[in-house]
């Protein structure tokens, strides 16, 4: 009879499993995350790492843009931005919920789109000022700005872990991409960045 038991409930998590993989997958591919009990729903995967954006519509979107986001010239964020502006999700929305897949990590981690600042600094040097920029002198709040560049990716890493991870994993190997990284970093300490899983760095 246990054993009948066993085989009746295993069968019914793959069901369910498999239903709601059918049912609400928008980016298939494994969906484990770490910290996460393994063969979670991908409905639940999605709320966890939206962090409050659970609209299904809302998170396609922020999505899109991270892949448009990645590839705009600097002269053109701020007119992204405003591209943005233009929808029903806020900026911060945008910037922060970690809906982007990163270059330093498999797809079973999802990182904010700030952080694709740290994946082309030579090309993106200028992204963290215009977003301050837009924050400072139009919204009048810089303080969001502030906020904004600690927001963290689903393995709990701010930008500027992200930033040491992707140089711990050999990604900064092209000639300007130091000095690039030292504008960034600077920049990011200056407006109150922080270190989160880099325990034994801070800023200056």
């Not at 069968?11 to 609400?24: E, R, Y």
């Amino acid at each position: 009879m246990r054993k009948l038991l066993q085989h009746f409930l295993c069968g019914a998590v793959l069901v369910t499993t498999f239903n709601s993989f059918a049912t609400d997958c928008v980016n298939c591919g494994p969906k484990d995350v770490s910290g996460m009990p393994k063969n979670s729903t991908f409905e639940a995967m999605e709320k966890i790492a939206s962090r409050g954006v659970t609209d299904k519509g809302e998170i396609y979107k922020i999505k899109n843009y991270c892949m448009r986001f990645a590839q705009i010239p600097q002269q053109l964020v701020g007119a992204t931005i405003k591209e943005m502006e233009g929808t029903t999700i806020s900026i911060e929305n945008y910037l922060t919920q970690p809906l982007c897949q990163p270059r330093a990590y498999s797809n079973v981690v999802q990182s904010p789109m700030i952080h694709v600042v740290a994946e082309d600094p030579t090309k993106r040097e200028e992204f963290l000022q215009n977003i301050w920029l837009y924050y400072s002198k139009k919204r009048k709040q810089p303080e969001i700005f502030d906020q904004a560049i600690n927001a963290k990716n689903t393995e709990g890493e701010t930008l500027l872990d992200y930033i040491e991870t992707m140089r711990l994993k050999g990604f900064y190997t092209e000639p300007g991409q130091k000095t690039a990284l030292v504008k960034i970093i600077n920049m990011l300490c200056t407006h109150g960045g922080v270190y989160a899983t880099q325990k034994n760095m801070k800023c200056p």
